[in-house]
């Protein structure tokens, strides 16, 4: 077997991986976004394991600085499913850890490591994984729900009524190169900029996947999708919180599914869920996917590969 760096030039390979061991479906831009565009990219965190010509494993690390320190793990671990149990899972994420640790985290995590991400955290499901991780020390931190919209439920998602009873003054319109540097700036001030990160990503997007409030050149509300998870995710999203109750939160969310209507989707997911209730309400979204947190302190990293 053969530890090496995964690039570009392995996307093919990752792909192809992928398809034969995930339950869903990734697309070739998706993966692309996952290695490429990866925030504060670290080369020596993005490790494949090769039986000759043929990509039997791969770990994505993240890195990423909090409040609380630097923190780090994998964005997507996998392996061959003809070769799980056999400990290649165990030694990629063992030698992952190493990478992380020597870059200064002081914990390890599973999942909570936005952006730029699949899912959330580990779908239960998964239940090998979660067992690997008891095994390396990790514990259960926390978890997060998405939800799923059946996009053909409705003949139309945004129409000129859903316009009208904007409040006054109000509009919601697609993002433009001109947004960069106001949409970021003012994401960072109202959210984070993990957020900003994905703001400026949906941007790039063609055609661009970020919606804005705005009111005489100010922006109230943005609501983004496509920029982590699956194909087609919403979020994230939000809005001014002097604003909120007006009904900005909703028009933006169904400005966003109309526009992945318009694109062909079917049915997508709306990441990381908090307000359950009023995805439910506004969408007829319903849970599908829980995912769970796990972590550990950097200094309890074990070698049981």
Known sequence: MDLRLLTSTDLPALAELCRRGLRDAVSPAVLERLLLAEPGLRPELQLALWDGPR???????????TPKGRVGGPRLLLVDPELRLRGFGSGLLAELER?????????????????NYLWPGLDPRDTPALCMLQRRGYTRSGEAVNMEVDLTARPAWWTAADE???PPGWTIRRGEERDGEP??????????ELWVWEARAALQLQPAAVFIAERDGQIGGFACHSVSGLPGTFGPT??????????????????????LREQGYERIEIGWVGPVAFYSRVAG???NRVCWFF????????SSA
């Open 183 to 192: 949409l970021a700036a003012w994401v960072g001030k109202q959210f984070s």
């Open 99 to 115: 990478r992380l640790l020597a870059a200064g985290a002081t914990e390890l995590r599973v999942g909570a490591l936005p952006p």
């Open 295 to 302: 972590s550990k302190l950097g200094y309890t990293s074990s």
């Open 285 to 287: 979204a319903a849970i």
């Open 164 to 166: 009208a009873r904007l």
């Open 238 to 259: 939000g809005t001014d919180e002097s604003l909120r109750g007006l009904g900005l939160g909703k028009a933006l969310l169904l400005r966003c599914l109309a526009d």
């Open 55 to 65: 990509l039997i494993g791969a770990a994505l690390g993240s890195l990423r600085d």
